[in-house]
């Protein structure tokens, strides 16, 4: 497979397999690879030389730090700090919440073992992001067209476009590859400090779960 000499990198978490990319400082993308589920010492290889990644799975389980707080939606209750302040916070919501142990081989178990692996073999800053939620934030809060739709496609292409990623031909991207450019997008904000974490203001002095979701923080490239 080799090895990536992007500076950023965003990865999409499958069950079966993961998607990677990676953009330079100028936001053009310099690198991409295919991997298996099982090969997370190979991503980590691949993205050696990696300054920031982020990642589409969560980062760590729940501790069900909102199991009790009636006023957050039942689905959500036993989700993380960040899943919870998302929805509080930007009205935008994942399709699952992270619950208190996963099964062995899903893809949030791969996920968690993937930011294990990057966190102990790499000097990477590793997030977690969403890339839904990414995208939303980069259409000014518009609802999008499925993203497996060729309209869906076309929107996120031209949202990454205006937000200063550099790419020929996106719109032959999968919509996994168009996720992990997104993530690669925010982990390029992060260096330039304006990637915007999404915590829970409740358990800001502690007492919360740690979990932390990043969206861009500019909509358009200057």
Known sequence: ???????YVGIDVGARRLHAVGVDEDLQVTSGALFDAGELGAVAAWAT????????????????AHVGDESVAPKFRVGRCAEVAL??????????????????GSWMAIGLELFRVLRTRGTAEVLETFPNAAFRVLADGAVLPKKDSV?????????LH???????????????S??????????????RSQAVPVVCAEHAEGGGDGSALWLPGLHHAS
Do not use: C, N, Y
């Open 178 to 191: 168009l996720d992990a450019l997104v993530g690669a997008l925010v982990a390029a904000q992060r260096a």
């Open 1 to 7: 497979m080799g090895v990536s000499s992007a500076a």
């Open 162 to 176: 205006d937000a200063g990623v550099r790419a020929r031909d996106l719109e032959l991207w999968s919509h996994d």
């Open 49 to 64: 030389d990696a300054r920031v990644i982020a990642i589409d799975a969560p980062d760590r389980l729940s501790s069900a």
């Open 87 to 104: 929805a509080r916070q930007r009205k935008l919501f994942v399709p699952w919440v992270t619950p208190l142990v996963v099964a062995t």
């Open 151 to 159: 309209d869906g496609v076309q929107r996120r292409v031209a949202l």
